[in-house]
């Protein structure tokens, strides 16, 4: 049986106009994809694009996907017209909750892909440089 195939941030460059945008849809298609709350067009739309058997501009393309996109805009934006003043004042506060831990997360993934690396020997194995050590 073959591996199953994943795409990288590399492959979603078709659609995206820089790699740290291919790298934001990246992680939202895996969101979206492993999503409990997200099922049917969604669902399957992120993980057709994430496993290669569509690309990203195919997605964009299917009408079936467009509607489900659309679809849930629409259901969003209902349920912020049906907002009470006090649920957006709660949800603007959950809302700067989670965008700064999204920052945090971001910029530890930075940092871990700037981070200096080197090979392991012979086996191609790539690490992070130790500071050396004092004696």
Request: zero cysteines.
């Given at each position: 049986?073959?591996?199953e ?12 106009q ?71 004042q ?11 831990k ?6 530890r ?6 981070a200096?690396?080197?090979?392991h ?13 004092h004696r």
């Open positions: 049986m073959a591996a195939r994943h795409v990288d941030e590399t492959e979603l460059m078709d659609v995206a820089d790699p740290e945008q291919a790298r934001r849809l990246h992680k939202a298609l895996r969101t979206i994809s492993g999503s409990s709350s997200l099922d049917g067009p969604l669902r399957e739309m992120a993980q057709k694009v994430l496993r290669g058997d569509i690309g990203m501009m195919d997605a964009i393309e299917t009408e079936k996907y467009t509607d489900a996109v659309y679809d849930r805009l629409r259901a969003m934006r209902r349920a912020a017209e049906d907002q009470t003043h006090a649920d957006r709660a949800a603007r506060g959950e809302f700067t909750r989670w965008q700064e999204q920052e945090a997360e971001d910029a993934e930075q940092a871990e892909r700037d200096p690396t080197h090979l020997g012979d086996s191609g194995r790539r690490g992070t440089v130790s500071p050396p050590r």
